[in-house]
């Protein structure tokens, strides 16, 4: 290994490509450099919403072969030593979710970040039930830190509602009982009030992260950056109250200077921090 005194910190993500560059793979990448960590890819699967059907989502799995063979690349070049810290972002498919559960296992990881993709916006809740599972039985319990956006806290923690923050640390407790995985639950614009927020529970603290909402309207790629941003701040060494902390700044700064186009939904920026 050459170490140099300019010697980032590193971190993984496996992701999907959005190809509007909002969301995804994109999206982690820019986090990272924005925090000052060197960003590698391995690509799960690439999206192109669809401009003539309403921006549906087309969907193509990466080969599950091509899947090992970026690990196997990137596990190769940087070991445990160098790169313990990886983040998860959409998998899509049961077959995906194997190849990548079992690249996991195969080594140690300080830090597993998943960012539990169950649908994408404009999906249907429910039509990829197999692929929920999977991704619950399979990768959840890997995780060492999890972070669900309010859809996913549902059907994480098996509750019916969560419309409160009294609900949400609920979900934030009953999640991290089911997994041992460290929690931000994010409430976003899901939760009524002029207050985005989140809760933070590792087991034994229980904290909310809160800021003035940015509009009412979810911004693309802001679930995934904050993922990434937790996952880079780990990366560096911080503890996992100050990643969720620092993480949930960085994406409010995103969201406030967020980028408008043709598409029917903004990107969030992390270029202005
Ligand atoms: O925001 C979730 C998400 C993650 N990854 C990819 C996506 C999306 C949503 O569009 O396309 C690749």
Known sequence: MTSTQNNPAIALTIAGS????GAGA???????????????????????????QNWNHRFVPVEAQVISDQLEAITA??????????????????????????????????????????ICKGQEPGAALDTDQA???EILPQASFVTPNHFESLSLSGMDEISSVGQLKEAAQRIYDASGATVLAKGGVRLVGSEAVDVFYDGSVLEVLSSPKVGDV????????????????????????????????????????????????????????
């Open 18 to 21: 959005e190809a509007t560059g």
């Open 135 to 137: 991704l619950k039985r």
């Open 218 to 273: 979810a911004v693309s790629g802001a679930g995934c950056s904050l993922a990434a941003a937790v996952a880079a701040e780990l990366a560096k060494g911080a503890s996992a109250l100050d990643a969720a902390r620092a993480a949930k700044h960085f994406v409010t700064q995103a969201i406030r200077s967020r980028l408008g186009s043709h598409a029917p939904f903004d990107a969030v920026w992390q270029g202005a921090s």
């Open 26 to 52: 994109q999206a982690d990448l820019k986090t990272f450099q924005q925090l000052g960590v060197f960003g590698i890819v391995a690509l799960s699967c690439i999206v192109s919403f669809d401009p003539k």
């Open 77 to 118: 070049a940087y070991q445990p030593d160098q790169l313990d810290t990886v983040k998860i972002g959409m998998l899509g498919t049961p077959l995906t979710i194997a190849t990548v559960s079992e690249a996991l296992a195969s080594r140690d990881w300080k830090n597993v970040v998943l960012d539990p993709v169950l």
